[in-house]
Nanobody
Framework: QVQLVDSGGGLVQAGGSLKLSCAAS????????VGWFRQAPGKAREFVAR????????SYADSVKGRFTISRDYAKNTAYLQMDSLKPEDTAVYYC?????????????????WGQGTQVTVSS
């Protein structure tokens, strides 16, 4: 079992930065792939970024590529999403998730465990 707690959201002006954290409990987190998703009001939850079990592979949605960076710290059992050059269209609730499998990691259905979400609001 893995329990995830998201934090780090807030209100920031366009062009600013935020760093989200995803603190995990449970030893299986270190052997799980981790993803970040976001959901804006009235829209479906969408893929943002993911990192493999070994942290050797990362992938990003085109909309955030070059601006967001996903990472993980095994010693702290925590994953991060560094968000730079934020835009108003990045406003959403952000969720981290963990997956025991290693495929289709840009899909919501690939993940068994989810954090509670943290609100990110970018003002223009």
């Amino acid at each position: 079992q893995v329990q995830l707690v998201d934090s780090g959201g807030g209100l920031v002006q366009a062009g600013g930065s935020l760093k989200l954290s995803c603190a995990a409990s449970g030893r299986t987190f270190s052997s799980a792939a981790v993803g970040w998703f976001r959901q804006a009001p009235g829209k479906a939850r969408e893929f943002v970024a993911r990192i493999s079990r070994s942290a050797g592979s990362t992938s990003y949605a085109d909309s955030v590529k070059g601006r967001f960076t996903i990472s993980r710290d095994y010693a702290k059992n925590t994953a991060y999403l560094q968000m730079d050059s934020l835009k108003p269209e990045d406003t959403a609730v952000y969720y981290c998730a963990a997956a025991r499998g290693g495929w289709l990691l840009d899909q919501v259905g690939a993940y068994e465990y989810w954090g509670q979400g943290t609100q990110v609001t970018v003002s223009s």
